[in-house]
């Protein structure tokens, strides 16, 4: 995704390779304040109870389509705190966040909990964007 105009991300190599920036400098623009998405239905209505890749995927759908009735798009998103049940799944929401985001990461934090609102919930995403 490209740098919007205005914005600096203070990248780190070590921070990089996990997939997000120390922090996202931004000018102007409207705050969106993004609640938090869980990903347990596709799409079709197929249940993704157990598929944490397709958990992950419908997360960021569901973000995406949030923010462009915001005007925006993920890559407005400067910060996003992801909570997941299992941290055997965060190098792989590492990988999948490096497909979605390019090399602009969003500031992140990544946080294993026991568990979400529901047993099938694999993984939660919250965020902050700056639109416009």
Known sequence: MAEPSGWRYIK??????????QAVIT??????????????????????????DGQVR????????????????LGDMVTMTVFITDARHGDRFTELRKEIFG??????????VAGLARP?????????????
């Open 12 to 21: 780190r190599e070590r921070a990089q390779a996990r997939a997000y920036s």
């Open 27 to 52: 000018e102007g623009g409207r705050i969106v304040w993004l609640a938090g998405q869980v990903g347990t239905t596709g799409a079709s209505g197929n249940s993704l109870a157990g598929d944490f």
């Open 58 to 73: 419908e997360v960021f759908s569901c973000l995406s389509q949030t923010l462009e009735e915001a005007g925006g798009s």
């Open 103 to 112: 090399d602009n990461f969003p500031a992140s934090a990544l946080i294993t």
């Open 120 to 132: 099938e919930m694999l993984v939660e995403v919250q965020g902050i964007a700056v639109v416009g």
